[in-house]
């Protein structure tokens, strides 16, 4: 089996375990075991939280004492068993910080895949740049194909999601004993500081008005993308309240539809170049703040039938453009406006505001939105949807007004054009 082949085996199962619980977790919290939007948000908040300082933490590991492929194998494994013991839980304080644990064990293993990925590609001569991506591409449809398998089963409310994603967990952990191995590079960082070992020789670009505002917004955008993850499932799955609904597609298989979105993400990561080119970051980000703005409207004024459903799926749509053009983009903005020398500190510090900070304060504060425009038990999405396109729209207006980029004298024009 050749490593292209291995690897992309590999990759498809990482985001196999991820979509076989994330997007539907949310509903079998809320539907089967009762626990408030509150709740839901804080044990969703998990993955920020780890997010933070899991990934640098690992990566020192991966670097100076365990080999990559081993520490990939052994956190997976971990991760088998707390999902596992998440499945036969019901109180919500019990269920934070067993999934928490799964977090701190999952999340690294994002940053160690693609560490793995690079390191057998370049050993066997193939441009990372070129042949990495068609490799990725499998985690999507990794992440779309256990989203099916979920809503088809109909286990979107069972804890059979859950008792999937640990079986894959192990799977995947076994799996990489077939692996070559990934050597440790003591000697190449044994004279770094520790503060550049964590990632933080970043946070120098705080100094950098323009900088510091735009991992704010990265971090505001963030909160965005969390509420999608922690509430869309949910959403559709209250939809089944009204008789009239109860046997419509969106909610019999909610989580196709909201498959949808990944779909989406792939046919937009391939029109950046050109947006880049042509309107520059600013431009791209207000464009993925109004994407975000459409995403929660069409969700607000959307149902299951009709001109409803159409609006449900023009949200997922535009999901990909909100996406891609805010997640892609920023990343490819920071490797082309920072130093060199701090580049993979400021890819693993715009990480920590979008999927840490960002994803946390989104968790929590999403939960809080969902449970103060719940009355009696029945939550009026119309209300909440719409505060949180309010949010994203105002977000735009202070970005457009703020951030201040000169597209035509800056870094990412000649380097889109490449």
Not at 188 to 202: C, W
Not at 341 to 346: E, L, M, T, V, Y
Request: aromatic share 16%.
């Amino acid at each position: 089996m050749n490593i292209k082949l291995r690897l992309k085996i590999m990759i498809f199962l990482q985001f196999f375990i991820w979509g076989s619980w994330l997007v539907t977790f949310g509903s079998y919290m809320i539907n089967t075991l009762n626990f408030t939007g509150a709740q839901v948000g804080i044990v969703y908040s998990s993955n920020g939280l780890a997010a933070i300082i899991m990934p640098s933490l690992i990566g020192i590991i991966a670097d100076r004492w365990v080999k990559a492929n081993v520490l990939y194998g052994i956190l997976h494994f971990l991760g088998a068993i707390t999902l596992f013991t998440a499945a036969e839980i019901s109180d919500p304080t019990i269920m934070f910080w067993v999934m928490l644990f799964n977090s701190i064990v999952y999340m690294p293993t994002l940053a160690l895949s693609n560490t793995i990925s690079y390191y057998h590609l370049e050993n066997k001569g193939f441009d990372v740049v070129k042949d990495f991506p068609p490799i990725r591409v499998y985690g999507t449809i990794g992440f779309i194909i256990a989203m099916w398998i979920i809503s088809l089963a109909k286990i979107e409310l069972s804890n059979i999601q859950l008792f999937i994603a640990s079986g894959s967990s192990l799977l995947l952990a076994l799996y990489t004993i077939s692996l070559p191995p990934c050597p440790t590079s003591n000697a190449a960082i044994k004279d770094k500081s520790m503060v550049s070992l964590l990632g933080l020789d970043a946070f120098v670009l705080f100094k950098d008005k323009k900088m510091a505002l735009f991992l704010i917004f990265a971090m505001l955008l963030g909160v965005a993308l969390q509420i999608t993850n922690t509430f869309g499932d949910p959403f559709l799955h209250d939809f089944a309240l009204n008789p009239d609904y109860k046997n419509s597609f969106a909610v019999k298989y909610p989580a196709i539809l909201l498959s949808v979105s990944q779909i989406s993400e792939v046919f937009f990561i391939l029109t950046i170049p050109f947006f880049l080119r042509k309107y520059g970051i600013k431009k791209v980000i207000l464009i993925s703040m109004v994407g975000w703005t459409l995403r929660f409207v069409f969700f607000g004024y959307g149902s299951p039938v009709g001109g409803g459903f159409l609006l449900l799926l023009l949200s997922m749509i535009v999901y990909g453009c909100a996406f891609d053009f805010f997640n892609i983009s920023g990343a490819i903005f920071m490797e082309k406006e920072v130093d060199h020398r701090i580049r993979g500190s400021a890819q693993g510090l715009f990480s920590t505001m979008v999927n840490g900070i960002g994803a946390y304060l989104g968790a929590v504060i999403s939960g809080k939105v969902v449970d103060y425009f719940t009355i009696d038990g029945v939550r009026n999405w119309q209300y909440i949807w719409l505060f949180f396109g309010a949010y994203t729209l105002v977000l735009a207006i202070i970005f457009a007004v703020i951030f201040k980029y000169n597209h035509d004298s800056g870094a990412m024009k000649s380097a889109v054009k490449q």
